[in-house]
């Protein structure tokens, strides 16, 4: 595994968010952890440990800090089993997680695995070695599984665009009244995604009054095609895959919503 982050001249440390509730474990696996250059590890990044002893700390943790893996405890005072797992990796989809198992839970590790989890290890058999060696694999295979998911994630959108090319050839509209309102439409999305993100309610009543907007220009499907068009080819890239799934999802969800409202208005105006 290469690490090209370097600070001064030196590889900076991996950083690890430890969630783990007893002192004496999260003693054994920081010791682990800095004696690891002893085990034939010692060209590879460090690791940093920054521990959280319940599962929401280590949820308010991810939303202001970086982390490159966690290793997750799943017995918690907040949290217990599974559970753990998922309400973890929901917060944090595309980071690198490597379980801490008891005695007794060597199925429930491997349950993990199956959902997402990279690895998992047994604290009874935890030695320096073999959580070196785990947690910076982890961290690999979870970027290799991250830039595969954007590399989908980029041919989806691809293929969302031309397919909304052909349908703005086959809707009315000339695909030129609403262009003005190209910065108001990609602004509007991106609010639409972060408050669907954040499980708030969406702007639905923004989302109206744009479509009014449109209306007033005489702007028809084609024209609102077009304009999604120009905002997915202005959006760059994103920090995760995660973020690029949810953005275009999300903002498919407001494409269908302004389209809706369109086609209500100009039923009513030819009803009346």
């Not at 408050?195 to 969406?202: L, M, S």
């Amino acid at each position: 595994m290469s690490d090209t982050r370097r600070n001064g001249g030196s590889i900076d440390p991996l950083r690890i968010l430890l969630v783990e509730d007893s002192e004496a474990d999260r003693r054994l696996v920081q010791e682990n952890a800095l004696s690891g250059d002893e085990t034939g590890y010692g060209h590879l990044p460090p690791l940093s440990l920054v521990p959280a002893g319940e599962l929401c700390q280590a949820l308010s943790l991810l939303t202001r800090e970086r982390f490159d893996a966690a290793l997750l405890d799943l017995n918690l005072p907040d949290s217990v089993g599974l559970e753990t797992f998922h309400s973890f990796r929901r917060r944090a989809p595309d980071l690198a997680v490597v379980v801490l198992t008891g005695l007794d839970d060597d199925a429930l590790g491997a349950d993990t695995i199956r959902h997402g989890a990279q690895d998992y290890l047994s604290k009874s058999n935890l030695d320096s070695a073999l959580l070196t060696r785990a947690i910076r694999y982890a961290v690999e295979r979870q970027r290799l599984l991250n830039e595969l998911e954007r590399t989908r994630q980029r041919l989806r959108q691809e293929q969302e665009i031309l397919s909304l090319e052909s349908l703005s050839a086959r809707t009315p509209g000339d695909g030129l009244r609403a262009l003005s309102l190209e910065r108001v439409y990609a602004e509007l999305v991106r609010h639409y995604v972060v408050t669907t993100r954040e499980r708030r309610d969406p702007p639905r009543e923004e989302v109206r009054s744009l479509a009014i907007r449109l209306v007033a220009m005489n702007a028809g499907a084609r024209d609102v095609v077009l304009l999604h068009l120009k905002m997915l080819r202005g959006t760059g890239h994103w920090t995760t895959a995660a973020e690029e799934r949810a953005f275009s999802q999300d903002a498919r969800l407001m494409l269908v919503e302004l389209l809706g409202h369109l086609t209500d208005f100009y039923r009513e105006r030819s009803q009346n």
